[in-house]
Every structure is written in structure tokens, then in C-alpha cells.
């Protein structure tokens, strides 16, 4: 169970000629489920974009051990899959066909779907609880269901590491923590997850591990007591909050705006 | 993977209808030759007279009305996926325009009197030329950046166009180019087929290939990336694609209109979205299109030399008006 998935040392990206992540180094190993956390403008997306390989980035990325520059695009989609912020959804496609598209790396140019390709969409679907609109277009679905159809596809491709953008950004309380116990499940069964987050009290719960993300650099890492503390909140994102435990976890609430030290 | 039995019942039907009306353009035309008699002098040595219309005249016009509409229909479902855009179509990205300046020039300088094929590679150049400006134009940008180059590389053909037209030197050049733009596939030869097939087949060829690729483009740029699809790869293929064909059809068929447009959209809904599937549909509906107008175009007004383009233009821009109604709820 500690097998390194995932190498980042000396990540440096530019976009638009300016620095947005910064001489950035993190190691994930298998099992883990990484919060990743920070104002807005931190480098959350820009470092998910950047270790699924969609920006240019100076310094190493390995996924299992493999330099992600000398991996080829459909290479690279065995070993990890991103699900974006937006829900861009272009066509009217059935929710099946749809999370079926997830399985693009594991086929040959015209080849049909496998048996074991049904399987692997059947549980995404189920996991994500979409089967029930597994034949409805799925441009016709509300925001939450959009979020959970794309997030069912990403599961689709089948791959030992998942980075996710604010995926549970527009779900309700229930379905934010399913897709918390989702992710959960998915590192206990021995796969790496890193989504970024808003939600504190949500991450401060569910994910094994936070990293705390800011002006590009990641300061603080660690577990989520040890990374969610007053201080931390106080300094980075310039609130107040309330902590607690409950039912054997960590309970955060972000309170009020309080000036910056 | 479902409904996979309407899909193939779809698929199988339109290829009958295209097979029906590639006949019936054989069979059907000013000169009343009985069924049977056109279709047997198809493949007759002798060189009377009727064989010589059958395969002369009908037979390279109905192979011709087959890969012209087959590659608009073709180049417009896959520019759609590839700009994923339901507006997108092979004129937008500058490729019939730039063809169809290729031939005017053609035509202005007397090329294409002193020099037959002149017209038909002059086209070609256009169009090829069209493709390597929006290429360098957009560069490794985004989908926006291929609509905004194509946008102004078909303005300036236009205008080009505009201007041998201002200056030409007599009337006759003007009517000929205004008649030659209207798109028509009366008195082709077969020299033209042999002419246009290996750049429309090279082109179907590639566009063909990205079925896979567009698919995973529906649910974006980032996300088809992260599904193993070279982004650069895919569009280099849909646009030079385009450009060979749709170039190669403008240069033996002239701009024809709409085909391109009208026709994806209208066999989305019944291909379940994906462009993987409405590819070879809409290939073969765009076939049909170009033969039924083309058929069309003899009875309407015999005599009159009705434009092809025309025809689709008319029967297009009505139905593109319904399309904006019936949609207008979505844009809202």
C-alpha cells in the first residue's frame, strides 16, 4: 500500500508570463485520498492540469514511476484520469455512451466494446449512481447529475491515479459525501485520488491527507488536523473558524473575515 | 453500444437511398434513354451514341454528385465535433472560398480556356494555400482561434473574388465566373473524376480516421487530452482533410452550400450525438443531397441550366431558419 504513484520535484508552470506554481515538490503514494486546498488563485487547478500533462511545466512529473514527458497522450491515459472544473458537455450523448467514452485508451481505433469494457462502465455507473438515467441524453441532465455522469467517466478509465477539479462543486450535502466515500473506497482499494476543494468541513472529514496550496507553493501538508488549525486559517484565508470533533472526525467551520496577520 | 440495432438500420438505409438515386442520376436526363438500355451501355464497348452519354456524361456527373456530396456531408460532421460547434461547416474555415477564388483567378487569367484542367488546380492550390494560412494563423491555439483565422482567410477570398469580378475584362468572364460559382455539375468528364478522387479519397481517408478522437472532444479540449487524444494531431487531420476533399469537390463541383451544415444536424438526433456515428451518416446523407438535387435540377426547369447550388441554397437557408426557431429555446 506504499507504492508511489505520483513524483512532483521542482515543478515550476507559467501561464501568460506569469509564475503560477512555483518550485513545487509532493509525493502520493497509493491509497491515499489528497485533499487539495487554498484560496482562489492558489495553483489548484493549474497543478491538476499540469500533472495530467495539459500545460507546458518545467521541472519532473512521474506517474508510477514513469516520466510524464516521455509518456505518449494515450499512455499517459492508462495511468491517470482528469475530470475538469466545467461540465462541457458538446452533444446530445446518452449518459451510457457517455461514460463509455472513458474507455477511449483501453480500445484500439475501431474496435467495439468489450465485455470487460461493459463491466467497467456498468459499476462506474452504479458507483456514481447514474444508471438509473443510463439511456437519458446527457446534455438534458441537471448540474449535479452532469457532475456525477463526468465524474463516472473519469472512473471508466480505470486508472491508478484520479485527479479531480472541484468535483463536488454543485452537489447536495448527500451526494457530496457519497462521492467523498467514493473516493475514499477507491484509495482503499489501493489507488491515489487528488481533488481540489472549497469545502473544508468536507475535506477536513474525508480525505486521508491535505495539502494546502498558496500563491503557488504548498504550505502546509500533512493530515487534517494537522493541516486545518486556526493559525492556517487565519493566515491563509484570512477567516476565523470553528473546530470540533465529532463521530471521530475533524469538524471545521470557516466563521468570519478577520484581518490578515 | 445501444440502440445499436436503429443505428445500423440508419446506416443501411441511407446507403440504399444513395445507391437508388446514384441509379437514378445514371438513368434519368434530357436524352430518354430506357432503363435498361442506359444502365447496360454503362458497360457496353461500342461507341454509339447512347454509350457515349451513359459513359461520358451521366456516369462521371452521378460519380461526381456521389463524392461531393458524400465529402460535405463528411467535412461537416467533422468539423462540428472538431470545433464543437453546430455551426461549423467546411466554408467556415475558409477551404471553399479560398478554392473557389483559386478558380476564379483560374478563369480571370484565361488559364482555364487555354488549359482544361487549369480550373480544377487552381482550386486545389486555393484551398490548399487557405489551409496552410488558418494552420499558421491559429498555431497551437484553441477552437476559437481556428473559427477567427478561417473567418478572415474566407473574407479576404471573398474579397479577392469581389475584385476579378470588379475588374474583369469582359462580361462573358464575369457571367462565367458567376456561373461557375453558383456550383453545378453539368458537362464534368470523367478526366475530372480521375482528377478530384485521389485528393477526396486521401481526404476521407483522414477524416475517417478521427472518429474516436472527436468523440472524446465532446466533453472538451482538457478532457479529451486527458483521455489520450493528441489535440494537435486531431485537428491537423480534420483540417487538411477538409481541405483536400472539400477542395477537391469546389474544384470540380464548384461552392455548394449548406450540404455541410444541414445535413449533420439533421442525423445527430437519430445517430444517439456521438460524431463517430455520424460520420459515415452523414457522408451518405450528404450523397444523397447532392444526387437528389442534382436529379432535381434537370426536371425543374429543363433548359434553363438550374444551378445545383442554387437548389441547395434554397431548400438549405429555409430549413437553417427552422433550425434557429426551433433551437432558439436552448440559446436563451
Same mark, same amino acid.
Given at each position: 500500500?506504499?507504492?508511489?504513484?505520483?513524483?512532483?520535484?521542482?515543478?515550476?508552470?507559467?501561464?501568460?508570463?506569469?509564475?503560477?506554481?512555483?518550485?513545487?515538490?509532493?509525493?502520493?503514494?497509493?491509497?491515499?485520498?489528497?485533499?487539495?486546498?487554498?484560496?482562489?488563485?492558489?495553483?489548484?487547478?493549474?497543478?491538476?492540469?499540469?500533472?495530467?500533462?495539459?500545460?507546458?511545466?518545467?521541472?519532473?512529473?512521474?506517474?508510477?514511476?514513469?516520466?510524464?514527458?516521455?509518456?505518449?497522450?494515450?499512455?499517459?491515459?492508462?495511468?491517470?484520469?482528469?475530470?475538469?472544473?466545467?461540465? /462541457?458537455?458538446?452533444?446530445?450523448?446518452?449518459?451510457?455512451?457517455?461514460?463509455?467514452?472513458?474507455?477511449?485508451?483501453?480500445?484500439?481505433?475501431?474496435?467495439?466494446?468489450?465485455?470487460?469494457?461493459?463491466?467497467?462502465?456498468?459499476?462506474?455507473?452504479?458507483?456514481?449512481?447514474?444508471?438509473?438515467?443510463?439511456?437519458?441524453?446527457?446534455?438534458?441532465?441537471?448540474?449535479?447529475?452532469?457532475?456525477?455522469?463526468?465524474?463516472?467517466?473519469?472512473?471508466?478509465?480505470?486508472?491508478?491515479?484520479?485527479?479531480?477539479?472541484?468535483?463536488?462543486?454543485?452537489?447536495?450535502?448527500?451526494?457530496?459525501?457519497?462521492?467523498?466515500?467514493?473516493?475514499?473506497?477507491?484509495?482503499? /482499494?489501493?489507488?491515489?485520488?487528488?481533488?481540489?476543494?472549497?469545502?473544508?468541513?468536507?475535506?477536513?472529514?474525508?480525505?486521508?491527507?491535505?495539502?494546502?496550496?498558496?500563491?503557488?507553493?504548498?504550505?502546509?501538508?500533512?493530515?487534517?488536523?494537522?493541516?486545518?488549525?486556526?493559525?492556517?486559517?487565519?493566515?491563509?484565508?484570512?477567516?476565523?473558524?470553528?473546530?470540533?470533533?465529532?463521530?471521530?472526525?475533524?469538524?471545521?467551520?470557516?466563521?468570519?473575515?478577520?484581518?490578515?496577520? | 453500444?445501444?440502440?445499436?440495432?436503429?443505428?445500423?438500420?440508419?446506416?443501411?438505409?441511407?446507403?440504399?437511398?444513395?445507391?437508388?438515386?446514384?441509379?437514378?442520376?445514371?438513368?434519368?436526363?434530357?436524352? *430518354?434513354?430506357?432503363?435498361?438500355?442506359?444502365?447496360?451501355?454503362?458497360?457496353?464497348?461500342?461507341?454509339?451514341?447512347?454509350?457515349?452519354?451513359?459513359?461520358?456524361?451521366?456516369?462521371?456527373?452521378?460519380?461526381?454528385?456521389?463524392?461531393?456530396?458524400? +465529402?460535405?456531408?463528411?467535412?461537416?460532421?467533422?468539423?462540428?465535433?472538431?470545433?464543437?460547434?453546430?455551426?461549423?461547416?467546411?466554408?467556415?474555415?475558409?477551404?471553399?472560398?479560398?478554392?473557389?477564388?483559386?478558380?476564379?483567378?483560374?478563369?480571370?487569367?484565361?488559364?482555364?480556356?487555354?488549359?482544361?484542367?487549369?480550373?480544377?488546380?487552381?482550386?486545389?492550390?486555393?484551398?490548399?494555400?487557405?489551409?496552410?494560412?488558418?494552420?499558421?494563423?491559429?498555431?497551437?491555439?484553441?477552437?476559437?482561434?481556428?473559427?477567427?483565422?478561417?473567418?478572415?482567410?474566407?473574407?479576404?477570398?471573398?474579397?479577392?473574388?469581389?475584385?476579378?469580378?470588379?475588374?474583369? @475584362?469582359?462580361?462573358?468572364?464575369?457571367?462565367?465566373?458567376?456561373?461557375?460559382?453558383?456550383?453545378?455539375?453539368?458537362?464534368?468528364?470523367?478526366?475530372?473524376?480521375?482528377?478530384?478522387?485521389?485528393?477526396?479519397?486521401? *481526404?476521407?481517408?483522414?477524416?475517417?480516421?478521427?472518429?474516436?478522437?472527436?468523440?472524446?472532444?465532446?466533453?472538451?479540449?482538457?478532457?479529451?487530452?486527458?483521455?489520450?487524444?493528441?489535440?494537435?494531431?486531431?485537428?491537423?487531420?480534420?483540417?487538411?482533410?477538409?481541405?483536400?476533399?472539400?477542395?477537391?469537390?469546389?474544384?470540380?463541383?464548384?461552392?455548394?452550400?449548406?450540404?455541410?451544415?444541414?445535413?449533420?444536424?439533421?442525423?445527430? @438526433?437519430? +445517430?444517439?450525438?456521438? @460524431?463517430?456515428?455520424?460520420?459515415?451518416?452523414?457522408?451518405? *446523407? *450528404?450523397?444523397?443531397?447532392?444526387?437528389?438535387?442534382?436529379?432535381?435540377?434537370?426536371?425543374?426547369? @429543363?433548359?434553363?441550366?438550374?444551378?445545383?447550388?442554387?437548389?441547395?441554397?434554397?431548400?438549405?437557408?429555409?430549413?437553417?431558419?427552422?433550425?434557429?426557431?426551433?433551437?432558439?429555446?436552448?440559446?436563451?
Amino acid at each position: 500500500m506504499s507504492t508511489s504513484l505520483l513524483d512532483i520535484a521542482g515543478l515550476n508552470v507559467d501561464l501568460g508570463g506569469a509564475s503560477v506554481v512555483r518550485d513545487l515538490s509532493l509525493n502520493v503514494k497509493a491509497g491515499e485520498f489528497v485533499g487539495l486546498i487554498g484560496p482562489n488563485g492558489a495553483g489548484k487547478s493549474t497543478l491538476l492540469r499540469a500533472i495530467a500533462g495539459l500545460v507546458p511545466i518545467g521541472g519532473t512529473v512521474s506517474v508510477a514511476g514513469d516520466r510524464l514527458e516521455g509518456l505518449k497522450a494515450a499512455e499517459r491515459a492508462l495511468r491517470l484520469a482528469y475530470v475538469p472544473q466545467e461540465h /462541457e458537455i458538446a452533444w446530445p450523448v446518452p449518459v451510457e455512451t457517455l461514460v463509455a467514452l472513458g474507455r477511449t485508451p483501453h480500445r484500439s481505433n475501431f474496435a467495439l466494446l468489450s465485455t470487460r469494457d461493459r463491466q467497467v462502465v456498468a459499476d462506474a455507473m452504479a458507483r456514481m449512481d447514474v444508471a438509473r438515467f443510463a439511456k437519458r441524453p446527457a446534455t438534458a441532465l441537471s448540474g449535479g447529475e452532469k457532475a456525477r455522469v463526468l465524474i463516472a467517466r473519469a472512473l471508466a478509465q480505470d486508472t491508478p491515479l484520479i485527479l479531480a477539479d472541484e468535483p463536488a462543486a454543485g452537489l447536495d450535502p448527500a451526494y457530496q459525501i457519497a462521492l467523498m466515500r467514493v473516493f475514499r473506497d477507491l484509495a482503499g /482499494e489501493g489507488r491515489g485520488v487528488i481533488a481540489s476543494m472549497h469545502d473544508l468541513g468536507l475535506s477536513a472529514r474525508w480525505c486521508t491527507r491535505l495539502v494546502l496550496l498558496n500563491g503557488g507553493k504548498i504550505v502546509a501538508d500533512g493530515s487534517p488536523e494537522e493541516v486545518l488549525t486556526p493559525e492556517t486559517l487565519h493566515a491563509i484565508y484570512g477567516v476565523s473558524g470553528f473546530f470540533g470533533v465529532a463521530d471521530g472526525g475533524l469538524v471545521v467551520q470557516p466563521l468570519d473575515l478577520v484581518e490578515r496577520r | 453500444m445501444m440502440a445499436s440495432r436503429g443505428y445500423w438500420l440508419l446506416i443501411g438505409g441511407l446507403a440504399v437511398v444513395t445507391v437508388v438515386l446514384f441509379v437514378l442520376s445514371l438513368a434519368l436526363g434530357p436524352a *430518354g434513354i430506357a432503363f435498361g438500355e442506359s444502365l447496360s451501355a454503362l458497360f457496353s464497348g461500342d461507341g454509339g451514341p447512347i454509350v457515349l452519354i451513359m459513359q461520358e456524361i451521366r456516369l462521371p456527373r452521378a460519380i461526381l454528385g456521389l463524392m461531393t456530396g458524400a +465529402t460535405l456531408g463528411l467535412s461537416g460532421a467533422v468539423l462540428q465535433g472538431l470545433l464543437r460547434n453546430p455551426l461549423a461547416e467546411p466554408g467556415l474555415i475558409g477551404i471553399s472560398s479560398s478554392a473557389s477564388l483559386g478558380a476564379v483567378l483560374a478563369i480571370y487569367t484565361g488559364l482555364s480556356a487555354a488549359f482544361p484542367l487549369g480550373l480544377p488546380l487552381a482550386a486545389l492550390a486555393g484551398a490548399l494555400i487557405a489551409v496552410l494560412v488558418v494552420q499558421v494563423l491559429a498555431g497551437s491555439g484553441g477552437v476559437l482561434t481556428v473559427i477567427l483565422a478561417g473567418v478572415a482567410v474566407s473574407s479576404f477570398a471573398s474579397a479577392m473574388t469581389s475584385l476579378a469580378l470588379n475588374l474583369s @475584362p469582359n462580361p462573358f468572364a464575369a457571367l462565367e465566373i458567376m456561373f461557375w460559382m453558383l456550383g453545378s455539375l453539368a458537362d464534368r468528364s470523367m478526366t475530372h473524376v480521375w482528377l478530384a478522387t485521389p485528393f477526396i479519397l486521401a *481526404g476521407w481517408l483522414m477524416l475517417a480516421s478521427l472518429g474516436r478522437a472527436l468523440d472524446a472532444l465532446t466533453l472538451g479540449a482538457d478532457a479529451a487530452a486527458s483521455m489520450g487524444v493528441d489535440l494537435n494531431r486531431t485537428r491537423r487531420f480534420a483540417i487538411l482533410g477538409t481541405a483536400l476533399s472539400v477542395g477537391a469537390a469546389t474544384a470540380v463541383a464548384g461552392a455548394i452550400g449548406f450540404v455541410g451544415l444541414v445535413i449533420p444536424h439533421l442525423l445527430r @438526433p437519430l +445517430t444517439g450525438g456521438l @460524431p463517430s456515428r455520424l460520420l459515415p451518416a452523414s457522408a451518405l *446523407g *450528404g450523397a444523397s443531397m447532392i444526387l437528389a438535387a442534382d436529379i432535381l435540377v434537370r426536371f425543374v426547369a @429543363p433548359g434553363r441550366d438550374l444551378k445545383l447550388g442554387v437548389l441547395t441554397a434554397i431548400v438549405g437557408a429555409p430549413f437553417f431558419l427552422w433550425l434557429v426557431w426551433k433551437s432558439r429555446r436552448d440559446l436563451l
